[in-house]
């Protein structure tokens, strides 16, 4: 349990990724049968946009904005007043995520398209550190990485199918 704790918290990204996957099974089970694929691609969608935008962003809204030496150090950065920046950032990128839990597919577009450029410019920046700095700090070159990469390629292919089936329907 005490590796346990400080591993999911480090790898928030994916512990809130699976804890959305988990929630969108236990909403499909709630559905009737047959579950139809727009059924399915909302659950995902929905609960893809409540934990891996707006809980993980709110997360790294706290980590930034009030522990930001400890975020700091976690990517292998020196404490700087942009930990707050980059704090509020992700507060609003998570309210929106939180807003598009329920909302129009105009408001999910918006959810995936404004977080996404902030993780793809992040996973850039992680980059450029692995390679100029020789930055392989956990916070940088590990989990957060890779899911700084996932989260809009996963957000970008549910928004795709939701429209999709929006357009059939």
Known sequence: MNTLIPLVLENFTLSFLILGLLASGISLLR??????????VEALFSYFLLYSIGFSL??????????????????????????????????????????AFRGSLGMRAAAVIGPSMFLLGA???????????????????????????????????????????????
């Open 123 to 169: 996973a850039g920046g992680h980059i450029y550190q692995m390679v100029s700095a020789h930055n392989f700090a956990p916070g940088n070159a590990g989990i957060i990485f890779y899911t700084d990469l996932l989260i809009p390629i996963l957000g970008f292919l549910l928004l795709g199918l939701q429209y999709r089936f929006a357009r059939r329907g």
């Open 58 to 99: 709110f997360y790294n809204f706290i980590m930034h904005s009030f522990f930001g030496e400890m975020a700091a150090r976690f990517i292998g950065w020196e404490q700087s007043p942009f930990q707050f920046e980059v704090g509020t950032a992700s507060l609003g990128y998570a309210v929106v995520g939180f807003l």
């Open 31 to 40: 559905k009737p049968r047959p579950r139809s694929a727009a059924v399915i």
